[in-house]
């Protein structure tokens, strides 16, 4: 598909659309929680791709998950009121999981909601008040109370569970 | 994971953007740059937080949002596409021109591209590390200035003839007293105590936080005077920004006690 978008093919967008909008919207309205802010995302990530296909490097990763981190970075500079990077740099995701069926996306979804449900409320909320809401680890103890060593494992530990459960 | 583990913490943090101290940004920026099993470690982690993104995976958006994409594509100029293909295919159709110096020219083509693509990212790096590198040394000649103030008082204390005196009304005899700064922003606390009671061995004096919002004292640390009733104590509390009314003072047992032990010795005056 990245090779038709490559050659300019519009109907190769669509197709990419369709497969993956859900992935960016999904990510874009849990962060900015404003449905009008999450569609400026999917417009941003989709014609950033198309402008620059290369950035995209099929070698070193897929597209979902690619898709999802560059769209909750979008999203995150939005949210902060940060000026966007002007271009998607190539960056290098490396996964085995296989997210590009719906259904095989489907299972792995249920199974990551399944591992966050399962972790420490507390390691739970830093992982998700650093990626869904952007904060720093100095924020998040600030805002917690925990010491920023605490805050630190946290993240790292609920990070590697996921991995873990996937593997 | 053959990642270097003094990294481990703050890859995890680099990979979501959380990591905000400027120190460990630039250490761990330049350690990336030599280290390719930490630079795996940080794909894999990005791996990671790709499933947290797809986990909020379900609302699909509206159907306009598909059309307002497609006319967007259209309406994008041509001119602007980067397709290092369709130059070299281009060139081949000139029939006069052997296929060896095409493919030259057109390898001669992809490696510049890629060679501008590197420069353009090193580029890049390089501003990034410059403008790092310079916080760094703002904040090192900060904390060396700090420093020296902090080991001037401290000298200043320790030096043998460090001669305390506190200066009173002619007619009052001299009285415990303790002074207290605290910053709240930095959750520090400085304390300065002269003509304390000196306290048996296994006894120390334990100062406590008394929030503004009324709650329960929390310990502010503890310390133990000298022969002649005078010390000196820096704590930090476990976190900033708690708002405090004052500081009070009890006797407790070595090591401290979760709960003050009444009565209280000192208190903020009036």
């Given at each position: 598909?990245i090779?038709?978008?490559?050659?300019?093919?519009?109907?190769?967008?669509?197709?990419?659309?369709?497969?993956?909008?859900?992935?960016?919207?999904g990510?874009?309205?849990?962060?900015?929680?404003?449905?009008?802010?999450?569609?400026?995302?999917v417009?941003?990530?989709?014609?950033?791709?198309?402008?620059?296909?290369?950035?995209?490097?099929?070698?070193?990763?897929?597209?979902?998950?690619?898709?999802?981190?560059?769209?909750?970075?979008?999203?995150?500079?939005?949210?902060?009121?940060?000026?966007?990077?002007?271009?998607?740099?190539?960056?290098?995701?490396?996964?085995?999981?296989?997210?590009?069926?719906?259904?095989?996306?489907?299972?792995?979804?249920?199974?990551?909601?399944?591992?966050?449900?399962?972790?420490?409320q507390?390691?739970?909320?830093?992982?998700?008040?650093?990626?869904?809401?952007?904060?720093?680890?100095?924020?998040?103890?600030?805002?917690?109370?925990?010491?920023?060593?605490?805050?630190?494992?946290?993240?790292?530990?609920?990070?590697?569970?996921?991995?873990?459960v996937?593997? | 994971?053959?990642?270097?583990?003094?990294?481990?913490?703050?890859?995890?943090?680099?990979?979501?953007?959380?990591?905000?101290?400027?120190?460990?940004?630039?250490?761990?920026?330049?350690?990336?740059?030599?280290?390719?099993?930490?630079?795996?470690?940080?794909?894999?982690?990005?791996?990671?937080?790709?499933?947290?993104?797809?986990?909020?995976?379900?609302?699909?958006?509206?159907?306009?949002?598909?059309?307002?994409?497609?006319?967007?594509l259209?309406?994008?100029p041509?001119?602007?596409?980067?397709?290092?293909?369709?130059?070299?295919?281009?060139?081949?159709?000139?029939?006069?021109?052997?296929?060896?110096?095409?493919?030259?020219?057109?390898?001669?083509?992809?490696?510049?591209?890629?060679?501008?693509?590197?420069?353009?990212n090193?580029?890049?790096?390089?501003?990034?590390?410059?403008?790092?590198?310079?916080?760094?040394?703002?904040?090192?000649?900060?904390?060396?200035k700090?420093?020296?103030?902090?080991?001037?008082?401290?000298?200043?204390?320790?030096?043998?003839?460090?001669?305390?005196?506190?200066?009173?009304?002619?007619?009052?005899?001299?009285?415990?007293?303790?002074?207290?700064?605290?910053?709240?922003?930095?959750?520090?606390l400085?304390?300065?105590?002269?003509?304390?009671?000196?306290?048996?061995?296994?006894?120390?004096?334990?100062?406590?936080?008394?929030?503004?919002?009324?709650?329960?004292?929390?310990?502010?640390?503890?310390?133990?005077?000298?022969?002649?009733?005078?010390?000196?104590?820096?704590?930090?509390?476990?976190?900033?920004?708690?708002?405090?009314?004052?500081?009070?003072?009890?006797?407790?047992?070595?090591?401290?006690?979760?709960?003050?032990?009444?009565?209280?010795?000192?208190?903020?005056?009036?």
């Open positions: 598909m090779a038709r978008i490559r050659a300019g093919e519009q109907s190769a967008m669509a197709d990419l659309y369709d497969r993956y909008a859900g992935v960016v919207y990510v874009a309205l849990r962060v900015l929680t404003s449905t009008a802010a999450a569609e400026d995302v417009q941003e990530v989709f014609l950033q791709l198309w402008r620059n296909p290369q950035a995209f490097n099929a070698d070193r990763g897929r597209l979902a998950p690619w898709l999802a981190v560059i769209a909750r970075n979008r999203a995150i500079d939005l949210l902060r009121k940060r000026p966007p990077e002007d271009d998607i740099d190539e960056m290098p995701i490396s996964t085995g999981v296989n997210l590009e069926d719906e259904a095989s996306q489907k299972l792995v979804v249920d199974k990551v909601r399944g591992v966050l449900g399962g972790l420490p507390d390691q739970r909320k830093a992982l998700e008040m650093a990626f869904f809401e952007g904060m720093t680890h100095s924020e998040i103890a600030g805002k917690t109370g925990d010491p920023l060593g605490t805050v630190k494992t946290r993240i790292r530990t609920g990070l590697l569970a996921l991995r873990k996937l593997a | 994971m053959s990642a270097h583990p003094q990294f481990a913490e703050a890859l995890a943090l680099y990979a979501m953007g959380a990591l905000d101290n400027p120190q460990d940004l630039a250490a761990l920026e330049a350690h990336l740059g030599s280290c390719g099993d930490c630079r795996r470690e940080l794909e894999a982690l990005r791996a990671d937080t790709a499933l947290l993104a797809l986990s909020a995976t379900g609302p699909q958006p509206p159907a306009r949002s598909r059309q307002r994409l497609l006319s967007a259209a309406a994008e041509r001119a602007e596409r980067r397709n290092p293909q369709r130059y070299a295919l281009g060139r081949l159709r000139r029939r006069w021109v052997t296929i060896a110096p095409v493919m030259m020219m057109a390898m001669l083509a992809v490696f510049s591209i890629l060679l501008w693509r590197d420069l353009r090193t580029r890049r790096s390089l501003n990034r590390t410059q403008a790092q590198l310079e916080q760094v040394q703002s904040d090192l000649a900060r904390t060396n700090d420093l020296a103030e902090a080991k001037m008082i401290r000298d200043l204390m320790h030096a043998p003839d460090a001669w305390p005196l506190t200066l009173v009304s002619r007619k009052t005899p001299p009285q415990p007293q303790i002074k207290t700064v605290y910053s709240k922003q930095q959750g520090a400085l304390l300065m105590a002269s003509n304390l009671t000196p306290l048996p061995k296994d006894k120390i004096y334990q100062v406590w936080l008394l929030p503004a919002s009324g709650g329960a004292p929390m310990s502010a640390g503890w310390f133990k005077p000298d022969s002649k009733g005078n010390g000196m104590m820096f704590h930090k509390m476990a976190s900033a920004d708690i708002p405090a009314k004052g500081f009070a003072v009890t006797i407790e047992p070595a090591g401290g006690s979760q709960t003050p032990t009444m009565p209280i010795v000192m208190e903020p005056a009036g």
